[in-house]
């Protein structure tokens, strides 16, 4: 089974709108974390915003926010007011601390598309 | 405060020549990583070491690649002979090992092995 599940290869949004990327997740541990990442076209792994699953408020990182729903095992990332800067792949990720150590384990991404 | 730093970011090769990727993590960060990325079986993690000591290197395709890190501000990805199916992009990451420790990644090398 998949430990991370994104099930969008690609979404389009317009400038300024709010856009949800989905991203659902399989563990049995009680403590993990989930990631997101942005990989623009110039290739590099940019950090974004990080959930504990202990964690009680949803996290925010400026116009990014996680929507966890931890008894539906989703973390989906939502980009408010988007930027055509924010055309881009993004991954999802999860560490398993029990398990994995230091260990994240990706999705296979999400292509956004920011339109005029 | 620099981020992590790769070298080279481009490597072009002829199958059977040894390559040498380089890495420099973020400094105070004790957990490194390597990772494979190609369009077929996407983000891969090769090998990943905490405190300069290899954790798991379970994601290593064979004995042609090896990993090392002789302390804590430099590690290398070898790969000896190099293949054209090892064509890739190779990225290394640092992290602080705790529970929201973010994994920080380098610009990555671009291989390609003719």
């Known amino acids: 089974a998949q430990k991370i599940t994104q099930t969008q290869p690609g979404m389009f949004v317009q400038e300024k709108e709010a856009v949800t990327l989905d991203c659902t997740y399989d563990?049995?541990?009680?403590?993990?974390?989930l990631f997101w990442y942005k990989q623009p076209s110039s290739g590099e792994m940019i950090f974004l915003i990080y959930?504990?699953?202990?964690?009680?408020q949803n996290a925010t990182e400026g116009r990014y926010s996680l929507n966890f729903q931890k008894a539906r095992k989703s973390a989906n990332l939502v980009i408010s007011a988007s930027q055509l800067g924010d055309s881009a792949m993004y991954f999802c990720a999860m560490r398993e601390s029990r398990r994995g150590g230091n260990k994240l384990t990706f999705g296979t991404g999400t292509q956004l598309k920011v339109e005029l | 405060d620099a981020g992590v730093i790769q070298s080279p970011r481009h490597e072009v090769t002829e199958m059977g020549q040894e390559v040498t990727l380089r890495c420099k993590p973020i400094?105070?960060?004790?957990?490194l990583f390597w990772y494979r990325q190609t369009m077929m079986r996407g983000l891969e993690l090769l090998i990943y070491f905490n405190n300069n000591v290899p954790i798991d290197d379970s994601g290593m395709p064979e004995d042609r690649f090896s990993a090392k890190m002789p302390n804590a501000s430099f590690s290398t990805l070898k790969i000896q002979p190099s293949e054209p199916r090892d064509s890739a992009v190779y990225f290394c990451?640092?992290?602080?090992?705790?529970?929201?420790?973010?994994?920080?990644f380098g610009p990555g090398t671009r291989l390609l092995v003719l």
């Open positions: 990451a640092s992290s602080l090992d705790q529970a929201a420790g973010a994994q920080y």
């Open positions: 400094s105070g960060h004790n957990s």
């Open positions: 959930q504990g699953s202990y964690d009680e």
């Open positions: 563990t049995s541990d009680q403590s993990y974390g």
